[in-house]
């Protein structure tokens, strides 16, 4: 398997790390990963795509290698999304395709229909757009987000070694060990006698505000780049069928697709789906 290679791109506001794979010469992929994920979540797909593209794997900020927000700040799908953004300009990419997952495919939706011209295609694996809301627990979630104190500073959980680090992470996502292990591994850093997540604490705390679906739709018709759509079957229960058909009418041009699988379908089925990327980049 491809080795990566390991990136640092300085922003303005902090330092991001990447993974990167293939030519640096090939036509560049920037993919972006889940939630609570790092840049491995690609490390069974990334390798499959290194002979056609260049594959840049972004941890977000917060996640895996990349700096913390400052104290006082606080994670949101769109200073995200305006971080992807910066980061390109600071890869000198002023065009290229994006490959999301979960939260990342969120993000790469708002980016796709921010900055058309910035983006040639669009592959999205388990996500369209970000969590809405329909207003039924709208007054609830924005007290309980800033009624919880901040988590600044709060003391993460010691594993005694990687391997009780993955277990926990089974019982949290139904990921099966062997494809946990890489992100696991790489989200770990050593400390106090054990292993930590490397996570910022803050990234679970609960979002004060979230969008409409309607102003999600709205978003969504701004999508101009050829879009693909892969969902898992049976549904993630926050993708549900209806509301995922409803979200990719509104893209003006996407392809929707489900395979046999859970959450985490680039490392279930890594050859899978390289097929429907590669189908889908030359249609």
Avoid at 91 to 96: D, M, Q
Wanted: with cysteine; aromatic share 4%.
């Amino acid at each position: 398997m491809t080795s990566p290679r390991e990136r640092r791109i300085a922003l303005p506001h902090l330092t991001l790390a990447a993974l990167e794979w293939g030519d640096s010469a090939a036509p560049p992929v920037v993919a972006l990963h889940g939630w609570l994920d790092n840049a491995a979540s690609f490390s069974a797909l990334a390798p499959l795509l290194a002979p056609h593209w260049r594959v840049i794997a972004l941890e977000l900020p917060g996640h895996g290698h990349s700096g913390h927000l400052p104290a006082g700040s606080s994670y949101h799908y769109t200073d995200h999304m305006r971080t992807v953004l910066t980061a390109l300009d600071a890869l000198e990419l002023p065009r290229c395709a994006l490959l999301g997952h979960s939260l990342g495919a969120g993000i790469a939706s708002l980016a796709a229909a921010a900055a058309p011209e910035r983006i040639e295609r669009l592959w999205l694996i388990e996500g369209l757009g970000p969590l809405g809301d329909d207003g039924t627990h709208t007054l609830q979630r924005y007290r309980d987000a800033l009624a919880k104190p901040p988590a600044d500073g709060k003391a993460l959980r010691v594993f005694r070694d990687v391997d009780q680090a993955i277990s926990a992470r089974v019982i949290a996502s139904g990921l099966r060990a062997e494809l946990a292990r890489p992100i696991v591994a790489r989200g770990l850093h050593e400390a106090d006698g054990g292993w930590r997540w490397r996570s910022d604490p803050r990234l679970v705390r609960p979002t004060a505000i979230r969008l409409a679906e309607a102003q999600i739709h709205a978003l969504l018709a701004g999508i101009e780049a050829p879009t693909a759509l892969l969902l898992s079957q049976p549904a993630t229960p926050y993708l549900p069928a209806a509301m995922m058909l409803a979200r990719a009418a509104c893209v003006p041009r996407i392809a929707v697709e489900h395979m046999a699988g859970g959450h985490h379908l680039q490392l279930e089925h890594p050859q899978a789906v390289a097929q429907w990327l590669l189908r889908h980049a030359n249609s």
